[in-house]
């Protein structure tokens, strides 16, 4: 069911739960100090507890009367917020347990998107969002994805449009010495080392670089951030993943009524003269382009009912396609 911003507003002051936009992919969005608000975003996405939710606030002041905000969060903070980054800061007592997944750190983000934005400000009261499907699968970026995840229990969303980024937010974690990037995204550790002028490490990345030591694990209960599990973003399709269309051709695993994939419509090209039918996600391999579209080609193809699906991504390992290999490798099918 699609609503307006002011039955939005209604409806999550009184401790309901509601799909909103954001620049990223839709969030299930409730009252991120209400307790029982926080109890139905788990219960409907069939959250783990060990997995902590994304709080959204409308300012910088907000955020510090949540969180111990410091001079490297107020850096970077000042750099890209509104935007695609979350922070990973000590949390205050105001914070309840159970949006934090027991840590002591809570994660931190203002949005983008500007019905998100006026949600936040005409309530005057923080948000926890989740991505708005069920937990593991692959993330909405439209409104009409949400209905598709979550069927006879779609939450009442807002319709914002496509969203501009289409991949999770990069999560930042701040709360110790060194920091870290627990999950890449569009702000990239080329950018953030920039901005912070010192070296940010990586945690749970799927390409070789070894990962770093988060500095508050040792004080958490769950996961340190959402996105972090080996299998995340998933269809129900079975999943692929080649690094090359050679790869493909002569991994001999395309059956009759397969779906094919390719990030770079010069590959789309190759393949249909073999007799392929393929779906390109940008014509030109934009890594930009490849982020906005992946999820939506996913969960729409998904809905096909195929057999298998195979995705072609030759993109490097870095910056923005990154973040984009960090996504198939935790959809792919183990």
Same mark, same amino acid.
């Given at each position: ?30 009252? !991120? ?94 948000? !926890? ?173 998904? !809905? ?31």
């Amino acid at each position: 069911m699609l609503i307006t911003i002011d039955d939005a507003v209604t409806r999550l002051a009184g401790g309901d739960v509601v799909a909103l936009p954001s620049e990223t992919v839709y969030g299930l969005a409730g009252l !991120a100090l209400n307790e029982q608000a926080i109890a139905k975003i788990y219960a409907l996405k069939g959250r783990p507890a060990t997995n902590p939710l994304i709080v959204h606030v409308a300012h910088l002041q907000q955020a510090e009367e949540l969180c111990y905000v410091n001079s490297q969060a107020k850096r970077v903070g000042e750099a890209y917020w509104p935007g695609p980054i979350t922070l990973v800061l000590p949390k205050k007592k105001s914070v309840p347990g159970l949006v934090t997944a027991g840590n002591q750190t809570v994660a931190i983000r203002i949005p983008r998107h500007p019905v998100f934005l006026e949600v936040l400000t005409r309530l005057n009261q923080p948000l !926890a969002a989740p991505s708005a499907n069920p937990s593991n699968r692959t993330s909405p970026t439209e409104a009409r994805h949400v209905e598709e995840l979550f069927g006879k229990k779609c939450p009442p969303t807002v319709d914002g449009g496509k969203c501009a980024v289409g991949l999770e937010s990069t999560v930042l974690d701040l709360s110790g010495d060194q920091p870290t990037i627990l999950r890449p995204g569009l702000i990239t550790r080329a950018q953030i080392q920039d901005c912070l002028q010192r070296q940010v490490g990586l945690f749970q990345d799927p390409s070789p670089d070894p990962p770093a030591k988060v500095g508050q694990t040792g004080r958490n209960q769950g996961a340190p951030s959402p996105g972090m599990g080996s299998v995340h973003y998933a269809p129900r399709t079975p999943l692929a993943l080649y690094p090359t269309v050679e790869e493909f051709l002569i991994s001999a695993k395309f059956k009759p009524g397969d779906l094919v994939i390719v990030a770079d419509g010069k590959d789309a090209t190759q393949l249909d003269a073999k007799g392929y039918l393929t779906t390109p996600l940008s014509t030109d391999g934009c890594p930009e382009e490849v982020a906005q579209n992946l999820y939506g080609v996913l969960i729409e193809l998904d !809905a096909k009912n195929a057999p298998s699906m195979h995705l072609i991504f030759t993109g490097a390992r870095e910056g923005i396609n990154r973040a984009i290999w960090d996504r198939l490798y935790r959809a792919e099918t183990k």
